[in-house]
């Protein structure tokens, strides 16, 4: 069994930064795979970016150049790091975390983009 926690969200300028967190414990015993979703107010949950297992790493067009995902193993905790925010990025961030074949999502945190 695996617990995530994502935390990291709040309130920001347009063109300020953010840097979610996604922590995952429990009995883990090889790398993890992070994904990281948002679900903005009457829309679907959309991807925004991955980090596999061996380390590769994609982001939605709209995030490239804005958005990095990175993953510290030795705390099991993977970290999207958004800059640039714009307020279309407003949305519930939630971590997806693949382990032994069985996925896991966090709990989400909000990320609001306004002036």
């Known amino acids: 069994q695996v617990q995530v926690v994502d935390s990291g969200g709040g309130l920001v300028q347009p063109g300020g930064s953010l840097r979610l967190s996604c922590a995952a414990s429990g009995n883990i015993k090889s790398a993890l795979m992070m994904a990281w979703y948002r679900q903005a107010p009457g829309k679907e949950r959309e991807f925004v970016a991955i980090?596999?297992?061996?380390?590769?790493?994609n982001t939605i067009p709209s995030a490239k150049g804005r958005f990095t995902v990175s993953r510290d193993d030795a705390k099991n905790t993977g970290y999207l790091q958004m800059n640039s925010l714009k307020p279309e990025d407003t949305a519930v961030y939630y971590c997806?975390?693949?382990?032994?074949?069985?996925?896991?999502w966090g709990q989400g945190t909000q990320v609001t983009v306004s002036s």
């Open positions: 997806r975390v693949v382990h032994n074949g069985f996925v896991y």
């Open positions: 980090i596999t297992s061996g380390g590769t790493t």
